[in-house]
């Protein structure tokens, strides 16, 4: 069974461009998670989509990040435009409906410079 | 605002020792989650603990959970060098139903030296 895909793996962009990350989650799981671990910090929460519906966006920090799961296979996050703070690594996360594990994708390592 | 911490930090120990990584976290919560990095790789799950007492073992890697002392540690066993990767201990806020969202304690990088 193919694990949580997430693409691409590093983007460098500069200051003020548009960054768009991808992930895929493992076929059959409604439960979509978005997370964000900048450098020394804690990994945080950003959001989660049930199918394609936005359960909780709590975590976002900020309009300028644009999370879609259409479909409610895969999901986008966008951010638009990009500031230096936003570097980090980005992880994306699924689960099956009511079930409590989790599996993480292997993360895009963002670079605003 | 449920927070989560880990220590240490970082972790040095020489193969075959024991040693304990502790999490403690701030509010009530019956759900704790162990996972482990390694390098550029996604975070492989190890342990879920869903309830007060319960203890897990996979290997030379034990978890527990006390809820009352809201604290779960992750003892090592005669470390050996493959178990060099940075463990996270993660927390569920949520009593009900699926899994939401997770609050992570900082991570400990563990090195486990010949």
């Known amino acids: 069974e193919a694990g949580v895909t997430q693409f691409p793996s590093h983007s460098v962009i500069e200051k003020g461009q548009t960054v768009t990350l991808r992930c895929d989650p493992i076929?059959?799981?409604?439960?979509l998670y978005w997370y964000r671990r900048v450098m020394g910090k804690e990994i945080k929460f950003l959001l989660h989509?049930?199918?394609?519906?936005?359960?909780?966006e709590s975590g976002m920090p900020n309009n300028r990040f644009l999370a879609e799961r259409t479909g409610g296979t895969y999901s986008t996050l966008k951010v638009q435009p990009a500031e230096l703070e936003d570097s980090g690594v980005y992880f994306c996360?699924?689960?099956?409906?009511?079930?409590?594990?989790?599996?993480f994708g292997p993360g895009t390592r963002l670079t605003v410079t | 605002e449920l927070k989560v911490e880990q220590n240490p930090l970082f972790l040095s120990m020489q193969e075959g020792k024991n040693y304990t990584i502790y999490c403690n976290y701030s509010?009530?919560?019956?759900?704790l989650y162990w996972y482990r990095q390694d390098p550029g790789k996604s975070l492989e799950s190890l342990f879920v603990?869903?309830?007060?007492?319960a203890v897990k073992q996979e290997g030379r890697l034990m978890a527990s959970l006390d809820t009352k002392a809201r604290l779960s540690t992750l003892h090592i066993t005669a470390a050996v060098h493959d178990l060099s990767a940075t463990y996270f201990c993660?927390?569920?806020?949520?009593?009900?139903?699926?899994?939401?969202?997770?609050?992570f304690g900082k991570g400990t990088k563990l090195t486990v030296n010949p």
């Open positions: 603990l869903l309830s007060n007492g």
């Open positions: 993660a927390v569920d806020p949520l009593t009900q139903g699926g899994s939401e969202k997770l609050v």
């Open positions: 989509f049930v199918k394609e519906s936005k359960q909780d």
């Open positions: 076929s059959g799981h409604d439960n």
């Open positions: 996360a699924s689960s099956q409906l009511d079930r409590y594990e989790q599996y």
């Open positions: 509010t009530t919560s019956d759900r």
